[in-house]
């Protein structure tokens, strides 16, 4: 199940990210879904190795 949230971008980032959605025909929202999985699969990584003191 999907839910809303709201986050505040900096504008160039926001730009980058209608430019990117617009050339490859995919939903920004996708885009963002998608960046922000890479995000955590890689923080997590961080962490399983103990680079974080948690």
């Known amino acids: 199940m999907k839910k809303r949230v709201t986050f505040a971008l900096e504008e ?3 730009v980058e990210l209608k430019t990117i959605s617009k050339e490859t025909m995919i939903p920004q ?7 922000v999985e890479d995000l ?3 923080e997590q990584k961080k962490i399983d190795q103990g680079a974080f003191d948690v």
């Open 12 to 14: 160039d980032l926001i």
């Open 29 to 35: 929202s996708r885009l963002v879904e998608k960046a």
């Open 40 to 42: 955590l699969t890689e």
